[in-house]
């Protein structure tokens, strides 16, 4: 069984940085790709970004692209979202999941996810 554990939400002003950490457990996460997706209130859930853990080839919303950075580290089977220049339009909970084989922006393909981590961006 795979679980899957978010952490490092927070409160923060407009133009700040956050990181969030995804640590992934169960199995080897060689063959597993991550994504994190948000939900803010009253909308649908939306993709953020998204990595192969194989090679680490990586995807982004377009509305993320240049200020956040999804990453890996192999030895903490831990994935990372790194956000900068944050907008108050970013906040929302923000999920960790993960799939077998490669990366997609479509949640429903991932069947294993996280409980979600609150960011909150004040203006």
């Known amino acids: 069984q795979v679980h899957v554990v978010e952490s490092g939400g927070g409160l923060v002003q407009a133009g700040s940085s956050l990181n969030l950490s995804c640590e992934v457990s169960g199995r080897t996460v060689i063959a597993l790709a991550v994504g994190w997706f948000r939900q803010a209130p009253g909308k649908e859930r939306e993709f953020v970004a998204a990595?192969?853990?194989?090679?680490?080839?990586?995807r982004y919303a377009d509305s993320v692209v240049g200020r956040f950075t999804i990453s890996r580290a192999n030895a903490k089977n831990t994935a990372y979202l790194s956000m900068n220049s944050l907008k108050p339009e970013d906040t929302a909970v923000y999920y960790c999941a993960a799939r077998d084989g490669v990366a997609t922006a479509w949640h429903g393909d991932y069947a294993y996810r996280g409980q979600g981590t609150q960011v909150t961006v004040s203006s």
């Open positions: 990595i192969n853990w194989r090679g680490g080839s990586t």
